[in-house]
């Protein structure tokens, strides 16, 4: 349906300080790969403890995900928001200024929940603050500055890489996070869940300082009957109802997808992958890193730029096509010659991360935000996010096994399988939302 919504550009502002938690999911996620070897060396760390140390984050995010739900539907938006901002400054601080191993365990920790959180909680708040036409394109930009904090903590792990000096990459987390901090107060609760908890006086203030056009006041009424009502309460509840049941699958699904087709192994491993390749050392690989995280960035604004004239399901297609030639163009390099020609393997590579940032980077989280009701969107949504950690962790804690097991190739080749299926599930089950209001999709699905 045709409609002339626009937004104020105080929505922009709003849009603008919950995305610093996006950017800081980005950096904190990928600043540890470059901070790890100084770690080591400082605490005399094992192995072991090593890996405990990159995975705590993805734990902390894992229990914040599951969480995020239950605060973001029962407290708010706003406050979802404030939660983990506080957070990210203490970790942060605790980090950068600790003296122990167990002080930056604590830090990682209390980093992780802060991501967990924000990664559902801000595509939440953009798609509920924004218009039906911009949603797409709002939700892609939470994934946009996600890539744009990974490239930042590649850039500040270069930086420092000489000196050693650790403690900065974690103390300039601080700058961004008490940014957010201070901003945040200032930001509009989102109308729907004011709406959702009967509160029609504030969510018309809310609409108002958002937007420019008055559209909403004729829909008013139909949003608030689709936000209030039979009211699902409890994660486990949401499962006893067939249709909710079916897209909550869907949202599983595609998160699984999304981590078990490979992507993080190449964000996180890049520079082993690339002197397993034979980059010559560590400097030209970080700097081969480096040009990963640029085209992550460059191929997710193509997308922000297209997935509203495009669609979801199109670019899903196109992105999923290339990560699989490219997964099937690294294992056949690498089952012919063991990785023997570093160029290709750097082209495959980067190619790869591009096809996905093109798609299956942004694509997953915009459908997240639109697929659920109103009444039980956050808890549904965290359903969702939380198996994209899950698969997340799970992926980087089998890696090494699986590379021993079936060599890079075979990963490779199981990758390129994965993406095949992938293919098959989006094609079958996961519907066009482009341009059509939140509560559109949600008569169509429910
Ligand atoms: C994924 C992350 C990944 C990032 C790469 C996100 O959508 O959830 O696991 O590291 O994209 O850009």
Redesign the pocket.
């Known amino acids: 349906m045709e409609r002339k919504e626009h937004l104020k550009p105080f929505a922009f502002f709003a849009a603008i300080v919950a995305m610093i938690g996006s950017f800081l999911f980005?950096f904190q996620?990928?600043v540890i790969s470059g901070a790890l070897r100084f770690i080591s060396e400082q605490f005399h760390l094992s192995l072991a403890q090593q890996g405990f140390l990159v995975s705590i984050l993805l734990l902390g995010a894992l229990v914040g995900v599951m969480l995020s739900g239950v605060i973001a539907d029962a407290l708010g938006r706003k406050k979802a928001l404030i939660l983990p901002s506080v957070l990210f400054c203490i970790g942060a601080a605790a980090c950068a200024l600790s003296t122990s191993f167990t002080y930056l365990l604590i830090g990682r920790l209390l980093t992780g929940l802060s991501v967990g959180i924000v990664?559902m909680t801000v595509p939440l708040y953009l798609a509920e603050i924004t218009t039906s036409c911009l949603r797409g394109r709002f939700v892609a930009m939470h994934?946009l500055l996600?890539?744009a904090g990974?490239l930042s903590a590649y850039l500040v792990n270069y930086h420092y890489n000489a000196s050693g000096l650790w403690h900065n990459m974690f103390l300039i987390a601080l700058i961004p996070s008490f940014l957010q901090l201070v901003a945040l107060p200032f930001v509009v609760e989102s109308p729907s869940w004011l709406l959702s908890k009967g509160q029609r006086e504030l969510a018309y203030t809310s609409f108002s300082k958002l937007r420019l056009d008055n559209h909403w006041q004729q829909s008013l009424v139909s949003l608030a009957s689709f936000a209030k009502g039979d009211e699902r309460k409890g994660i486990f509840s949401l499962f006893s109802f067939p249709k909710i049941r079916f897209v909550i699958f869907l949202g599983i699904l595609l998160?699984m997808f999304?981590?078990i087709t490979g992507?993080?192994t190449l964000?996180?491993y890049a520079p082993k992958i690339f002197e397993m390749a034979g980059l010559d050392g560590p400097s030209d690989s970080s700097l081969a890193t480096i040009g990963i995280g640029a085209i992550?960035v460059l191929a997710?604004f193509l997308s922000v730029t297209l997935i509203e004239k495009m669609g979801r399901r199109l670019l899903l297609m196109i992105s999923l096509i290339g990560m699989f030639v490219c997964m099937q163009l690294l294992a056949l390099q690498a089952l012919l010659s063991d990785i023997s020609s570093p160029m290709t393997a750097v082209i495959a590579l980067t190619a790869f991360?591009a096809s996905?940032?093109i798609g299956?980077?942004?694509v997953?989280?915009v459908l997240v935000s639109e697929l659920y009701p109103m009444k039980i969107r956050g808890r549904a949504m965290s359903i969702a996010t939380c198996s994209?950690w899950l698969f997340?962790y799970v992926m980087s804690f089998i890696f090494l096994d699986l590379l021993g097991l079936l060599k890079i190739g075979g990963v490779f080749q199981l990758y390129a399988a994965l993406c095949i299926l992938t293919i098959l599930f989006v094609y079958f089950y996961i519907p066009e939302t482009k341009g059509k209001s939140l509560e559109e999709i949600e008569a169509s699905l429910h």
């Open positions: 980005g996620t990928a990664s994934q996600i890539t990974i998160n999304q981590q992507i993080n964000i996180y992550n997710t991360v996905f940032a299956m980077g942004p997953t989280v994209n997340n």
